[in-house]
């Protein structure tokens, strides 16, 4: 019993360590300051680095991985993440998007935050900087409708 | 003496009428009719006050639109071509049960053509 336990735990380790070697594409592709939400609106800096902190890790093609995020299967599950997550919102693309388009990314920004729909449980478990306090989103949320009139405006 | 009734009865009536009518245009609606009937037929069932889910409700009440603060508006107007453009509202499992509620492509580019008008319009402050 013992030896086939032994022989069982040496087998999921082999196979953990042959999973390394197959690695999802990082997601960390050069800012583009001309699209980049952050680059074009400039918040305040205590407003980026929410922002950064809070949404980036998923909404933008810039993602901050930790070691245990660079470990096969963790990596594939972070990938399928970040792939619905920017398939919602990229950041990354804002200045693609059409005056109505930004508005409203904007006005979303500020109700999942209300909502307490983002940052997802599962991300602020290991994201303790993505924990944002009620006057971190009030400040947020602010800014966000500031800059969604200023869309507006243009 | 019957004629004085008469013509106070007349202009009673045509005050009234008047009046109808002032109210009838003063009172904006917040769709025009012909948006108004696809939105029933296609999405009050589950985006207006009555409707069951909390969660639809939340993304969107039609029945409180007019309290909607204007950035929000535009966005949602946004959102609502965009959904019915992907095919993405009205939902699948939705039609599955009522199947009339699909919407045509008129439909479709008639309320994707007013959005974009609303929406162009909200931003130019009107």
């Not at chain 2, 069932?45 to 508006?73: I, M, P, Q």
Request: glycine share 4%.
């Amino acid at each position: 019993m013992s030896k086939r336990l032994k022989i069982g735990g040496l087998a999921l380790l082999a196979v953990l360590l042959i999973l390394q070697f197959f690695q999802p594409e990082q997601n960390n592709a050069p800012v583009d300051p001309e699209l980049d939400m952050l680059a074009v609106l400039a918040p305040p800096e205590h407003i980026s680095a929410l922002i950064r902190n809070a949404c980036y890790d998923c909404h933008s093609n810039q993602t901050i991985y930790p070691w245990y995020e660079k470990v096969s299967p963790v990596s594939w599950y972070l990938h399928k993440h970040i792939q619905d997550g920017k398939e919602d919102l990229n950041f990354s693309d804002y200045g693609k998007m059409d005056k109505v388009d930004r508005i409203g990314a904007l006005v979303d920004f500020c109700d999942v935050l209300d909502a307490g729909t983002m940052p997802l449980q599962s991300f602020l478990l290991l994201h303790k900087n993505a924990r944002l306090s009620q006057e971190e989103k009030e400040t947020l949320c602010n800014w966000t409708e500031d800059e969604a009139l200023k869309v507006m405006r243009e | 003496m019957k004629k004085q009734i008469v013509s106070i009865v007349m202009a009673g009536i045509l005050f009234l009428f008047l009046q109808s009518f002032i109210s009838e245009h003063s009172e904006e609606q917040a769709f025009p009719d012909d948006i108004g009937m696809i939105l029933e037929s296609a999405c009050f069932d589950c985006h207006a006050t009555g409707a069951k889910s909390e969660k639809a409700l939340k993304a969107v009440n039609f029945s409180d639109w007019e309290e909607y603060r204007l950035t929000k508006k535009i966005g949602l107007l946004g959102d609502v071509c965009k959904m019915v453009e992907e095919g993405k509202m009205p939902p699948e499992k939705y039609l599955e049960h009522k199947p009339d509620r699909k919407m045509s492509e008129v439909q479709t580019k008639l309320l994707c053509e007013w959005t974009k008008k609303e929406a162009e319009k909200l931003m130019q402050g009107e």
